[in-house]
Structures are given as C-alpha cells and as structure tokens.
C-alpha cells in the first residue's frame, strides 16, 4: 500500500492508519520512494495517540521491518517523524 505524509515541517511528526494487519505477513514493513525523508517510524497498536511501540530510523530505497509477530486483524498507525522537513511518501507492506 502506497502512502503519502504530506508537507512536514522541521522536526515534525504525522500519524497514517489507521491500517489492519493482514494474514500475508507477520511483520509490518515500510519504505519510503521519495526524496524527503523521515528520519524515524514506529507502529501505535490500537489508537493513533498510544505510545510507540519503538522507533525505528528509516532511509530512501529500502524496506524496514517497524513492527514483528502482529497478529491479523490489528488495528495500527504509523508514526513517522522528521528532522528536515519535506513531503515523504513510500510503501507500507503487513
């Protein structure tokens, strides 16, 4: 599934979901296609305002696991955060 952040400013957060965890994958998965950045993800399990699970540091071009053993059907966000604004897009596979 392809996603897109919108315009972030510096050292911002934006929150997408919220998505289900499928039975095709255990993990949740993402990568950004774009020239901006963010500098980190996480999943928030259940509600957009829950804590991070942990947070991960992200790049262009490759796919990162953020979230491992989800079981199907969990309601979930992700979190990105960046340090150097912009509008970063990408993948999210789960």
Known sequence: MSWSAGLMGLNSAATLGPYYASSRCADINIKQTSQSTANSACVRFGSATNPCNYQTVVAD???HVIATNVKDGTKFYVSLFNG???SPSGLLAY
């Open 61 to 63: 071009g490759s796919w």
């Open 84 to 86: 150097d604004g912009g």
